[in-house]
């Protein structure tokens, strides 16, 4: 009994991982970009400087901005410069302006000037990408969220098909084909299978109005009151058309600095500008805490400074939710702590693309005599190279349009994405044409040359490389040049692995075809 469940969890394992491994594959690598969000963004708008960090001069100068360029609109938005972001950024509500009716501005820290950024999504791309798979709303999210379910019955099933995982973790077989393989596929799972745990189940409690909506609706019958309610959020004031100066923001900003010394503050909203009746809310830090707090808000009378409220404590339910959501996303952590969440982002998408490999494998080389695949295999094995080493060039893609398609391109940033995306179908065309080896082999040279080459593109078109961002201290920067380089060298270690010619199979094996030690040199 005992073995028939273990052999059912172990076909459960094998057969979800292949159905749904492109697409994890895909969901894990730019999940894993988007730990470094910000400071993907900040190399893809060179143009925004950075700047000793100074809260109270850049409130005030957000403050002059949207006096004098948006005075007409009710709501103000504004986002501080921090660490890992240079720009002081600010917005406001304007039904003829910007998408979706609002205006975004970048402006320099120092000066308060406007910023003329190229157009880019930088890393707000991959992270969205990461739960809306470029699709529209819900159908993305959706999709992502069974996915991440997925991912956690993968694990779940894992740890029942391997019953000695853990004396395997301590065994590694180079150049054994498929064993090899395996052994790498054990020990990296169990090395970060508590923080695949934590990821793959957070998610699901981030989706949890999606994945359970049933007591939402019948207590609140839309979504919106829902959130309006867990998040703390009030309705602004009617205006009451009484003019009334807005104090400054830099007063208020002190004001919570007494309440909670050293607090920073993330995001802070305008509301009635100009008015009697308006509104100031500063909101901390989400870098300050692991969980979201909803108590850490603060809203004051815009005409007078008075406190009018704080955010409300937590339950014990919402503390473990929103520290759940807190974990996944890492916005709390800080430089060593966000590169080892990167570090086990790219663990759990070798785990993927491992097994991956294996499935293929194994079935490689039950046809290890045939001159070709079987159509089923030779398209999964097309399906693989496009999605592992497709998915990286595109990538790579993405960032080389964004240094080389003109700065005032209109729709720039959406040319960035489709660039992605062309690259990305031009992999698969590629793998379907060449034969597997060399197809893995030709896609990871390109991108070994695409990524390692970066430094240069950014240093010849924006004059930021290396010898000014190191010295500068401009270490988003230069990490990106860094990492982007160390990238492009681990795909030329893995592209000579491949464009070598194959081991022979066995020892005593009948002499194989050309076209079959190419197929089955893969492993």
């Keep these: 009994m005992k073995e028939g469940f273990r052999q059912a969890m172990a076909w459960l394992h094998t057969w979800t991982g292949l159905i749904f491994g492109w697409l994890l594959f895909a969901i894990f690598l730019t999940g894993t970009l988007s730990y470094f969000k910000d400071e993907v963004s900040h190399w893809a708008q060179p143009e925004v400087r950075r700047h000793a960090l100074d809260p109270i001069a850049s409130l005030g100068l957000a403050q002059r901005y949207l006096e004098s360029n948006a005075a007409h609109s009710g709501s103000w938005m504004i986002r501080l410069p921090s660490e890992r972001d240079a720009a002081l950024n600010v917005g406001w509500r304007d039904p003829e302006g910007g998408r979706r009716g609002f205006v975004r501005k970048d402006l320099d820290a120092q000066s308060g000037q406007p910023v003329e950024a190229r157009d880019s999504r930088g890393g707000e791309f991959f992270y969205r990408f990461h739960f809306e798979l470029q699709m529209p709303y819900p159908w993305g999210r959706w999709l992502s969220t069974l996915c991440a379910f997925i991912m956690l019955l993968g694990l779940v099933t894992g740890i029942i098909t391997h019953k000695k995982i853990f004396k395997e973790f301590f065994t590694f077989r180079p150049g054994k084909g498929q064993r090899s393989w395996l052994d790498g596929h054990n020990a990296i799972g169990v090395l970060v299978l508590p923080f695949h745990l934590m990821i793959s189940y957070s998610s699901l409690v981030l989706f949890m109005y999606m994945v359970m909506p049933a007591s939402i609706m019948a207590s609140y019958g839309n979504t919106g009151d829902y959130f309006n309610d867990l998040f703390g959020r009030d309705e602004a004031p009617k205006v009451a058309n009484v003019a009334a100066p807005l104090v400054p923001l830099a007063s208020l900003y002190a004001k919570v600095q007494a309440q909670v010394p050293g607090a920073r503050m993330g995001f802070i909203q305008v509301q009635n500008a100009g008015d009697r009746n308006a509104r100031v809310t500063l909101t901390q830090s989400s870098a300050d805490n692991v969980p979201y707090k909803r108590s850490a808000n603060w809203t004051f009378d815009g005409a007078t400074g008075e406190l009018l409220k704080q955010g409300a404590a937590e339950s014990a339910t919402m503390m473990t939710s929103f520290s759940f959501a807190g974990l996944h996303m890492g916005n709390y952590a800080g430089p060593w702590l966000r590169w080892l969440y990167f570090t086990f982002g790219l663990a759990g998408t070798a785990v993927i693309g491992t097994g991956l490999v294996m499935w293929l494998g194994k079935r490689q080389l039950k046809h290890a005599k045939s ?26 893609g993405f960032f080389w349009a964004n240094r080389l398609l003109p700065v005032a391109l209109q729709g720039r940033a959406d040319w960035e994405v489709s660039t992605f995306f062309l690259v990305w179908l031009a992999s698969l065309l590629h793998a379907a044409l060449r034969p597997g080896r060399k197809a893995w082999g030709e896609q990871l040279a390109l991108g070994a040359v695409a990524f390692a080459l970066l430094p240069v593109l950014n240093a010849l078109s924006t004059g930021q490389g290396l010898n000014i961002s190191v010295p500068a201290g401009d270490w988003a920067m230069a990490g990106f040049d860094l990492t982007a380089l160390a990238c492009g060298l681990f795909l030329a270690w893995a592209a000579s692995k491949m464009l070598r010619a194959p081991k022979p199979v066995a020892k005593h094996a009948p002499r194989a075809s050309k076209a079959t030690a190419e197929r089955v040199g893969v492993l």
């Excluded at 001159?371 to 790579?396: D, K, T, W």
């Design 371 to 396: 001159e070709r695949l079987p159509g089923e295999l030779r398209l999964v094995e097309v399906l693989n190279i496009a999605s592992m080493s497709g998915l990286i060039l595109a990538v790579a």
